[in-house]
């Protein structure tokens, strides 16, 4: 899910000290035990699973929930993605792994940010100015804001050969003696969660507004032919923060050099000063590039490489040229994104550059309407075509004895993006607010067939492993679809627990208000304005579950003292389970829980103080997600993005299933952690929350 997180400062190599390789030591001998192989299918449903197997769409899936056992698996509260992955990873509840949304907040000024890493601490390292640049004299590197040891730890410890492909919330991995290579939450070369370019001679009057990095280029006669042909611009990477004056939005670049055909259906692209057969490509309308490198330099004589890919969308009557954000080149990583420390580089000399990004499929521009929708299913292919040749690489390395664990991206962002054409899940659904008929006539099946996709991978799985191999499927949530938005910060400022300043009724959360010339507004003292009266709000949503109370002493103009908390806590979620759609009568909260009666461990003081569970077809605002205070409480879902699982635990179970009868049902994630360690009879430390299903 590709969803609006704040940008992370970019720690690059040049920069951070370069980590010393990671020691792999032999591990034991565990043929005792045949192995355990987990496919981990993201976003998998047992609603739609089970449809499609008793309609013989699904023969692999049927086969082996026959064979074995097929049940819903408890997913994560909240179920989002980064939560349950960490639930699964750790054996701990959010309470004890401290990943509690994709987005936090920072108390110290109540902007949200990524819950990958940690709030940022302040410390100034300093630098020193040299010929025009600031060498940095210190500084930390990104830590992963995951706490609690992963279970692959323990199987490796124990000398079990472990191998962690595509693993989301391991952003930056931690280090191990286990082979792991991170996915979900892993940066592209910016820092961001991935921000693709949109190159075009043609005005957008809504650039502002897109996700895209917008380049309004002009072609010129370079040849002197009389034919403009010739568009210039530049690939744009991390920022250009060594360079003295330089800040967070200056970025560094190398020359983008594009040549149209005469007939404008090709199109030569260049990219770099040299044109290395390696920097260009040749594309005729509709066509992908493959990977090609991009170097640039924060000071002179150190370079750092990325990859980055194009798509010819169009070139009559106008450019319109997309480029990938530009990912990690695993060739050659400028961070740290797999352990042991060659591993990346040993998989694309297996199977080519891959994409790095966390979450690679391109929502953004398909929300933007830049793409359509045969062009994002175009790029979802090739998303997916790495993940197989990564799935064909940890099969031939998978030997008795082992553990892998192997992630497809396969089903959950497709759910995301495809569901307004059609209700997978309930046949007899209305038509959805963002619907269109005439895609929908030749996408209406395209989540289906995702499904049967994954159908034929297993069958390859099963035909790849050893015979007595412990099998084990799993999705970390299931889905639903999204038809009503819910602006929380607007409820809460309509029921009094959030004050705006002056006469404001919109506004944001946590920056100082701007003007319309981009200037920060300022009282009569020269004080920066902000939108919300921190010294009569005593509650704020941020995050897409989370609702925290302004509590003194922890955040930094708290008013709501420790002997208000539990009261305040109980009035919200007593109004919020009531809170009822004007436009459909239905209760738009399933269940509102405190933090403190569902979560356990020693970071639960981070926690939202409420946990908003929404009922089915329903869901948080992206708005109200980071901070922003809308008009409207309640807002039909219009956006591309229109399935969901960001709601109560209870409407979006993941699926179990395993080529072995197992011991009881009513599982959740932590309980397969549980049962690996079981498996290789480790004992389960007493921070895991789980227990083995094994008979």
Not at 488 to 497: I, P, Q, V
């Amino acid at each position: 899910m590709s969803i609006l997180f704040s940008s992370l400062a970019l720690t690059l190599a040049v920069i951070t000290p370069a980590l010393d390789p990671v020691s792999v030591s032999p591990a034991r001998d565990s043929t005792s035990k045949p192995g355990v192989f987990v496919l981990g299918i993201d976003g998998m449903d047992p609603v739609i699973l089970q449809r499609l197997m008793d309609e013989g769409k699904m023969p692999h899936f049927k086969q082996l929930a026959t064979e074995g056992t097929f049940q819903t698996l408890g997913t994560s509260n909240p179920p989002q993605s980064p939560v349950a992955w960490s639930n699964f990873v750790t054996g701990m509840n959010p309470g004890g792994h401290g990943i509690f949304d994709f987005i936090h907040r920072d108390p110290d000024n109540y902007i949200p940010i990524t819950s990958a890493t940690p709030a940022p601490s302040g410390e100034e390292h300093g630098s020193i100015e040299l010929f025009g640049y600031a060498i940095p004299l210190g500084g930390e590197e990104l830590p992963n804001n995951r706490t609690g040891k992963p279970y692959w730890d323990y199987l490796q410890e124990a000398g079990v050969n472990t191998e962690i492909y595509r693993i989301p919330g391991n952003y930056p991995p931690t280090p191990s003696e286990a082979l792991t290579l991170s996915g979900m939450g892993t940066v592209d070369m910016r820092g961001t969660a991935g921000e693709y370019t949109w190159y075009t001679d043609e005005i957008l009057p809504n650039a502002a507004e897109l996700q895209a990095d917008v380049k309004i280029i002009s072609p010129d006669d370079e040849d002197g032919d009389g034919i403009e042909e010739t568009y210039r611009s530049g690939v744009f990477g991390p920022p250009d923060s060594m360079r003295v004056g330089k800040g967070p939005k200056d970025l560094l670049s190398t020359p983008l050099t594009v040549t149209v055909g005469e007939d404008r259906n090709v199109a030569w692209i260049r990219v770099g000063d040299v044109a290395a057969p390696s920097g260009q490509a040749i594309l005729q309308v509709g066509e992908w590039s493959e990977w090609l490198p991009v170097s640039f330099e924060p000071m002179p004589m150190m370079p750092i490489g990325g990859i980055v890919r194009f798509y010819l969308k169009e070139l009559s009557p106008n450019l319109k040229l997309y480029a990938s954000p530009v990912n990690i080149d695993p060739e050659a990583p400028a961070q740290v994104i797999a352990t042991p420390d060659a591993a990346a580089e040993d998989l694309a000399e297996r199977i080519g550059r891959f994409y790095t990004q966390g979450m690679p499929e391109e929502v953004n521009a398909l929300k933007d309407g830049l793409f359509d929708d045969d062009d994002y299913i175009s790029q979802v292919k090739l998303v997916h075509d790495e993940g197989h040749d990564m799935l064909e690489v940890a099969l031939e390395r998978y030997e008795p004895g082992d553990m892998s664990f192997m992630y497809l991206s396969d089903i959950d962002l497709q759910c995301h993006m495809l569901w307004r054409h059609a209700d997978p899940k309930d046949g007899d659904a209305p038509e959805h607010p963002a619907y269109e008929a005439e895609a929908a006539s030749k996408h209406e099946q395209d989540i289906e067939n995702f499904y049967a996709t994954t159908d034929r991978v297993l069958g390859s799985v099963r035909e790849s492993l050893p015979p007595e191999t412990l099998l084990l499927v799993m999705s970390d949530h299931g889905f639903q679809a999204f038809r009503r938005r819910v602006h929380l910060n607007a409820w809460l400022r309509d029921e009094g627990y959030l004050v705006l300043n002056g006469d404001r009724t919109t506004g944001a959360i946590g920056p100082p208000v701007v003007d319309e010339e981009g200037l920060v507004s300022t009282d009569e003292s020269g004080v920066p304005t902000h939108s919300v009266d921190w010294s009569k709000t005593r509650a704020y949503a941020l995050g897409f579950n989370g609702l925290y109370l302004n509590l003194e002493g922890r955040e930094v103009s708290g008013i709501v003292t420790d002997a208000e908390a539990a009261a305040l806590t109980a009035e919200i979620i007593g109004k919020l389970e009531a809170l009822t759609d004007p436009k459909t009568g239905q209760h738009a909260v399933l269940n509102a829980e405190s933090s403190i009666d569902i979560y356990s461990g020693a970071r639960v003081a981070e926690a939202p103080d409420i946990v908003v569970g929404y009922n089915a077809g329903y869901g948080c605002s992206e708005e109200s997600t980071l901070g922003e205070i809308t008009e409207a409480v309640f807002a039909d879902n219009d956006s591309r993005w229109s399935g969901n699982h960001l709601m109560a635990p209870e409407v979006v179970p993941g699926v179990l299933l395993s080529n072995q009868p197992l011991a009881h049902d009513g599982n959740k994630l932590t309980d397969v952690t549980a049962t690996l360690l079981d498996y290789y009879d480790l004992p389960i430390p007493t921070d895991m929350v789980g227990e083995s299903f094994l008979p």
